[in-house]
């Protein structure tokens, strides 16, 4: 820990605060009898009045509890603004995860500062009043409370942009409504476990479908804040994670897929070739051009690169799926096919390289060798690979005798 938090340490940290004791998931825990600190009178979770926080200060809260959750031993504070009545106060909330320390909980502080005049909520134009950020986008995210039966009662943020619709027009909503199909037993699943633990908090991601059938997805913090006699609710702070999801679907497609080609790459060739080694037989086709040295040393790698492409579109083109087609690596292909025997697969190679391939003027009769086995259920991939590699270095070898 960067700093020795004893008793006297701990105690000068929140002086004139108010102290919540919370685990890991902000439940409730004793405050240490040793330790003098001033417990809160109210006994609620510190996010527990988030209605009385105001609207623009409840986003930077939430982003405390995860910054102090991250930084164990490291005190954490924001400033909110909060509503008592008529009267509106700042507030100062210090956050300091003593989990791992003999204190054993995540020690949350609350002091008044200062009555302040009513905050007025307000757009920010990031081009005029934040020229120095304006290239940043802030995030999209919503604040909603439901019900136990999960029933929207209200929404507050970028209702529109992740909704579709305005918050008016979701209240009185169940929220399995706005979800994907194929996401409410996850949905159920979560809200379950959440009702059957009071002041529990649950994550999940999911996608909501918006009227026009767009969809959005998101990630939530859902916060039970059901008291025993059904009074409360239920809190998910939710935001818009759709652009992140496009780029580490793409991350995945750009670590699975051969950059030339396009074509499955060898280490997702040989996932492929172990889910259908699973399910049932398999032929496995190893392809190796002929003569293709000849086009990198007369022509070039750019050309013999273009030529490579050519033959992947079509193989591709020719061999369809269940079947797959990928690049082993220089101007070697893979190919499996769960449903063909095995010389109308080698027929299929050779009707994609029947004619000649012509790229940048130069022309070039596209030959290749083929070798092929069959593989069982339950056989091992890297092993007819290797046959496969066999074979066609056998009939490579008898074209030239």
Known sequence: MPVEWTDAAIE???????????????????LPEHLRLEPSPTGRLW??????????????????????????????????RRNVGSEWFLERITMLNLLDHPVGAVLVGVRRLAEVDEPVRRAVDLQHDLPEIATVRRPTWALQELDALGRILCTEGDVREIFGVRAEELEG?????????????????????????????????????????????????????????????????????????????ELVTQARADALTGLPNRSAFVAALQRHLQEGPV?????????????????????????????????????????????????????????????????????????????????????ASVGLVTGAQGDDAEDLLRSADRAMYEQKTAKRS
Not at 290 to 319: C, E, P, Y
Request: proline fraction near 6%; hydrophobic fraction near 45%.
């Open 283 to 367: 032929v496995v086709g190893f392809v190796d051009l002929d003569g293709f040295k000849a086009v990198n040393d007369t022509h070039g790698h750019l050309v013999g690169d273009a030529v490579l492409d050519v033959v992947a579109q079509r193989l591709a083109g020719r061999i369809h799926a269940p079947a797959v087609v990928g690049r082993w690596g220089g101007d070697e292909f893979v190919i499996l096919c769960p449903m063909s025997p095995p010389a109308a697969l080698e027929g299929a190679v050779r009707q994609a390289l029947a004619d000649p391939i012509s790229v940048h003027d130069v022309v070039w009769p596209a030959r």
């Open 47 to 80: 996010f527990e009045s988030t209605s009385e926080i105001f609207f623009e200060d409840r986003v930077g809260l939430v982003e405390t509890w995860t910054d102090a959750n991250a930084r164990p031993g490291v005190p954490v504070e924001v400033d909110i």
């Open 173 to 249: 909503r169940i929220v399995l409504e706005v979800l994907h199909p194929d996401d409410h037993p996850t949905c159920l699943e979560m809200w379950t476990d959440l009702l059957a633990h009071p002041r529990s908090l649950r994550h999940v991601t999911q996608r909501v479908v918006r009227p026009d059938g767009t969809v959005c997805w998101i990630e939530a913090n859902v916060i039970n804040h059901l008291a025993a006699d059904g009074t409360g609710s239920i809190l998910s702070i939710l935001h818009d994670i759709t652009e992140r999801r496009g780029q580490e679907r």
């Open 12 to 30: 000068e940290l929140f002086e004139g605060s108010f102290v919540f004791g919370r685990d890991e998931l902000a439940v409730d825990v004793p």
